[in-house]
């Protein structure tokens, strides 16, 4: 059977507490939801998985991870019960060959991957599977490895990857309508200017995201940056890229989405 080529997404998760919320952020992605033709299944690829090596989740009923703490009882009691496959991992396996990958029985569904797909297919009956990070490669592996999941998307498996393209929590101000610092405005000015370019892996401006001058603030850590790095790996000769919601919050996270095709 045919099916349409998926589209492939990063969505800036943010704050935890985005599940038991409704705001513009989670418009987008339920909208995301129910606008974009139906994935057969899911892989999600999260900044919360961080690993050494590469892994995939390979059970038949992954658990809900609740990797996060003092947030609300509700927040703890949300299960998102969608059922694994199995078989993709193995597909996944066999597409990113000969990169090493494991499967995984332990992990599950951490807050990046479910705390998104909640929003998008509240029913949780669409097999999800999770890949995580590998953080000892450096930025054009993981691009790299986006370009060979690519072909999943010919299958109907949608790729959505989680992340916020800046994350610095000790810049963060608590007070309402606090505005961007500007490094982190920048720096998510040049993502969004350079979302659309395309070439080698080794030569694109958004692998080599460290160049920039916002970037050291913007990205303490490489963890939440990455993902974006898959969902441009996997995108076609030109396709488009739009950006579905964008915003900085807080002064130093942004909630930038990114869709391909």
């Known amino acids: 059977m045919k099916h349409a080529r998926m589209p492939a997404l990063f969505l800036g998760h943010g704050s935890p507490m985005n599940v038991l919320e409704e705001n513009r952020y989670t418009q987008a992605w339920r909208a995301l939801g129910a606008q974009l033709p139906r994935p057969k299944a899911i892989v999600a690829i ?3 998985w961080y690993t050494r090596g590469t892994a995939v989740t390979s059970m038949e009923k992954p658990r809900t991870i609740h990797d996060f703490g003092g947030f609300p009882q509700a927040l703890f009691d949300t299960e998102y019960p969608a059922p694994g496959s199995p078989t993709l991992a ?3 396996v066999d597409a990113l060959a000969p990169a090493s990958v494991h499967f995984d029985h332990n992990w599950g569904l951490d807050h990046g991957a479910w705390g998104v797909l909640i929003k998008m297919y509240p029913a949780a009956d669409i097999p999800v599977v999770q890949l995580s990070i590998d953080g000892t490669q450096p930025p054009a ?4 490895i986006g ?3 690519a072909a999943l998307r010919e299958r109907g498996v949608m790729l959505v990857a989680s992340g916020n393209v ?3 929590l000790r810049k963060v101000r608590w007070q309402e309508d606090a505005e961007a610092w500007p490094w982190a405005a920048s720096f998510n000015q040049y993502v969004q200017d350079n979302l ?3 070439g080698a892996a080794e030569a694109h401006p958004l692998v080599n995201f460290m160049q920039h001058e916002g970037a050291a603030l913007s990205c303490p850590t490489p963890e939440h940056y990455l993902p974006l790095l898959y969902i441009l790996g996997a995108r076609q000769p030109d396709e488009p890229v739009a950006v579905p919601v964008n915003g900085i919050e807080m002064s130093a996270l942004s909630m930038l989405s990114v869709q391909v095709g």
Do not use: K
């Not at 592996?141 to 790299?144: D, M, N």
């Open 90 to 92: 193995q597909d996944i």
């Open 141 to 144: 592996w993981h691009f790299q």
């Open 196 to 198: 659309a370019w395309q």
């Open 166 to 168: 800046v994350h610095n």
């Open 46 to 48: 999260s900044a919360h």
């Open 147 to 149: 370009q060979r999941l």
